[in-house]
């Protein structure tokens, strides 16, 4: 039983435009989210994330939105760059010890 | 600082051998995750330690797969008997406090079961 879900295996952006990554989740106790990145042949590098009493988290060029009711979220990166071709993987939490995760959405930006 | 460390990066076995992956965490960190992702899947949760102590163990596979941490040395998990299905990516992530907040992951271990 999938609760975290990434419906885009793949995704392609022009560099500078925006990249939008989606994810949604079945488990309305989850209120933990966050957003992993991960290259070939390493571990996924944490890269931000958002607990359910917001709606919004910024850093830099990555901006993670929530949206409860929907039980969806997505991450921006704007502007995208050619270093942030990746697979990226959406986790959540429940308040137990373990994240689920997505299956990934594979980011390619184009040079 | 070094990373979360993880040996063997890879590892070939036959069916029916054991297979022992190694879990160096963080400096300062006592909290292990253990997590396999199978191809074309995301990562799932299979264990989660302290020094010493299982904490959860509700994403083990009943047979076959233990885990350990010790008080001293690398966070160890352990195949008995493996089997092709065990063929999988096998990630390690430490912590520095309870709760899943930011996991810190290893570089993984690949099993191939042949």
């Known amino acids: 039983d999938q609760q975290v879900k990434q419906n885009s295996p793949s995704l392609s952006v022009q560099e500078g435009r925006i990249s939008i990554l989606n994810c949604d989740y079945t488990?309305?106790?989850?209120?933990?989210f966050l957003w992993y990145k991960k290259y070939p042949a390493e571990g996924p590098t944490f890269l931000i994330s958002i607990s359910s009493i917001k709606d919004k988290n910024e850093d830099g060029r990555f901006t993670v939105f929530l949206n409860k009711s929907a039980k969806h979220l997505s991450l921006h990166i704007v502007p995208s760059q050619p270093g942030d071709s990746a697979v990226y993987f959406c986790?959540?939490?429940?308040?137990?010890?373990?994240?689920?995760f997505g299956t990934g959405t594979r980011l390619t930006v184009i040079p | 600082n070094a990373g979360v460390m993880q040996n063997p990066r890879h590892l070939v076995r036959r069916r029916g051998q054991e297979a022992r992956l190694r879990c160096s965490p963080m400096?300062?960190?006592?909290?292990v995750y253990w997590y396999r992702q199978l191809p074309e899947e995301g990562l799932k949760f299979m264990v989660y330690?302290?020094?010493?102590?299982?904490?959860?163990e509700s994403g083990m596979p009943k047979e076959r797969f233990s885990a350990e941490f010790p008080k001293e040395g690398p966070s160890i998990l352990r195949i008995q008997q493996v089997v092709r299905g065990d063929s999988a990516a096998y990630f390690c992530?430490?912590?520095?406090?309870?709760?899943?907040?930011?996991?810190?992951f290893g570089p993984g271990t690949r099993l191939t079961v042949t």
């Open positions: 488990n309305s106790m989850f209120d933990y």
């Open positions: 992530a430490s912590s520095p406090r309870q709760g899943v907040y930011e996991q810190y």
């Open positions: 330690l302290q020094k010493e102590n299982i904490i959860d």
């Open positions: 986790a959540a939490s429940g308040g137990a010890n373990n994240l689920f």
């Open positions: 400096k300062g960190h006592s909290h």
